[in-house]
């Protein structure tokens, strides 16, 4: 099978390879694209060669080093920037896409660093987010949390926040902000590839024991209601403040204050400009998407994309607690079609 094929067929069969968790995807040889991947690899090659690359400073520790990280996860656009700028502002390390940042380096065979955790004893808590897509098809397939946990994370020492978006809201915005890296149908086959990986990740986390709570970006509309219940989810009720969520500039500061957000390294290409917004708050951003052709969203649904957000929605409800009042003002239909 073309992988890489941009028929409706071609991406049928690949959502439904996805579906069904199909292991040819792991062995399937993906080809070169441009900057982004200089070398035709498959994506069982690259996660090993990062698992090993995490494991060179995990192997070595024991299991109380290892702080309580608070891991976000979802398809790229989903409101995880925000959320990383949210952990920095409790004061807690808020690391940024580390495991792209290595997998991004495999893509064109430069050597790879590993990510170096703080001890426990330094940081008792930490936050890192990762997005899966959008430039390459490895990068729309990878299990970031599947690295953590072969590497050697403990366990019982990772708690999963599972992400979600409004598929045509996510959709638009992947084709709003990242249409100069990529053409338009490139980005659709990878939107839909990101979206359905992405909703394995939870079950995967199930499977190993790792603590899983879904937090879906419209939920943000009422942002400080939903993140002190996140908090309270998270046993983090102590690190909440009204002001972590509504005040990310001092008077007179142009930028947010996000000192403990930490970024990795990475080259030009990725270097989009305007990708994320500034903001002085933890907020909702409403995004347009009349732009969308009915063929699109007809994407959306044929391939399941809108299944997965159903099934997000429902496991948001549930792991938050949210009431049927609240739900139907957050997610209006969606949760309807969820309930």
């Known amino acids: 099978m073309n992988i890489d ?3 409706p067929d071609s991406l049928q069969r690949i959502a439904d390879l996805l579906r069904q968790q199909h292991g040819s995807l792991n062995t399937l040889p993906l080809s ?7 070398r035709t690899v ?27 990280l608070y891991f976000a996860c979802g398809k790229a656009r989903v409101g995880s920037t925000a959320l990383s700028n949210l952990f920095g502002m409790t004061g807690m390390p ?11 380096d495999a893509l064109v065979g430069r050597p790879l660093t590993p990510w170096i955790v703080p001890s426990a004893t330094d940081e008792p808590h930490i936050f890192s987010k990762e997005t899966i897509g959008p430039y390459v098809l490895a990068e729309s397939l990878f299990n970031p949390l599947q690295l953590l946990i072969e590497a050697g994370y403990p366990r019982h020492r990772l708690h999963l926040i599972m992400l979600d978006r409004e598929p045509a809201s996510s959709l638009a915005s992947w084709l709003d902000k990242l249409i100069s890296r990529a053409p338009a149908d490139t980005l659709l086959r990878h939107y839909v590839v990101a979206a359905l990986s992405a909703a394995h990740v939870a ?25 002190r219940v996140l908090f309270d989810r998270l046993d983090l009720s102590s690190s909440f403040t009204e002001n972590a969520v509504t005040s990310w500039r001092e008077p007179g500061d142009v930028q947010a204050n996000n000192a403990r957000v930490i970024f990795p390294s990475e080259a030009t290409i990725y270097k989009v400009p305007n990708l994320h917004t500034s903001d002085s708050a933890y907020r909702y951003q409403r995004r347009a998407t009349a732009s969308l052709s009915e063929a699109q969203l007809e994407v959306l649904e044929r391939c399941g994309v809108n299944d997965a957000y159903r099934a997000s929605v429902a496991a948001c409800v549930r ?10 003002r957050l997610f209006g239909d969606w949760f309807a079609a969820a309930a």
């Not at 070169?32 to 200089?38: D, H, Y």
Request: some cysteine; proline content about 5%; overall charge negative.
């Open 5 to 7: 094929g941009i028929s």
């Open 203 to 227: 079950s995967y986390a199930e499977r190993q024991g790792v603590r899983v709570t879904h937090y879906v970006y419209e939920v943000s509309k009422e942002a400080v209601s939903s993140v």
């Open 32 to 38: 070169p694209v441009g900057e982004f991947q200089t």
């Open 319 to 328: 792991d938050l607690g949210l009431n049927a009042a609240m739900s139907a």
């Open 94 to 104: 808020s690391y940024y896409q580390p495991l792209k940042a290595i997998l991004r």
């Open 42 to 68: 498959t994506l069982e090659t690259l996660m090993r060669e990062v698992t090993e690359c995490l494991a060179q400073d995990f192997r070595h520790r024991p299991a109380q080093d290892f702080p309580m």
